[in-house]
């Protein structure tokens, strides 16, 4: 699809494909900085995960809240295998996985990866229409049927 700058025919567009480019190219982007790293956005996940969780989190924990992003969900042990496997997680005397320095050390890298990867992509977008963009999508979401309640 041709991009075009008439507003007239932009508006007759379909959103399917706007919605899909969108996250195709953004979403490449966001993994290809994190590549560059040495992370995964779906090992990028469970660190975040881990980190934030006060008594670490179980296999099944990360899994379960994996569920809702990109429909990784259970196809996120992999990832959980090789982070343990680089010693960026390690099991706990009850079973619980938790990060270690090393796994700090990359999360945080990767933290300012992502800050300086959203302040790219956001560069010339106030923050009013990034929020109408926002409200827009989900309006349209539940007008096609979508549950946006939380949990």
């Not at 379909?14 to 900085?33: D, E, F, H, Q, S």
Request: hydrophobic share 40%; no cysteine.
């Amino acid at each position: 699809m041709e991009y075009s700058h008439d507003d007239a025919e932009l508006v007759n567009q379909p959103i399917g494909y706007w919605t899909w480019a969108a996250n195709k190219t953004l979403t490449a982007y966001v993994r290809g900085r994190l590549a560059a790293i040495g992370i995964t956005q779906p090992q990028w996940w469970v660190l975040h995960q881990v980190l934030h969780s006060e008594n670490g989190a179980t296999r099944d924990e990360v899994i379960r809240a994996q569920q809702g992003n990109l429909d990784v969900g259970a196809g996120i042990v992999p990832d959980i295998d090789l982070l343990m496997e680089r010693k960026l997680l390690v099991l706990d005397g009850a079973g619980r996985l938790r990060i270690t320095e090393e796994g700090r050390a990359l999360h945080q890298r990767a933290a300012e990866t992502q800050r300086a990867s959203r302040t790219l992509v956001h560069t010339g977008i106030p923050d009013e229409e990034y929020l109408i963009t926002l409200k827009v999508l989900q309006r349209m979401m539940r007008n096609a049927g979508a549950d946006l309640s939380p949990g």
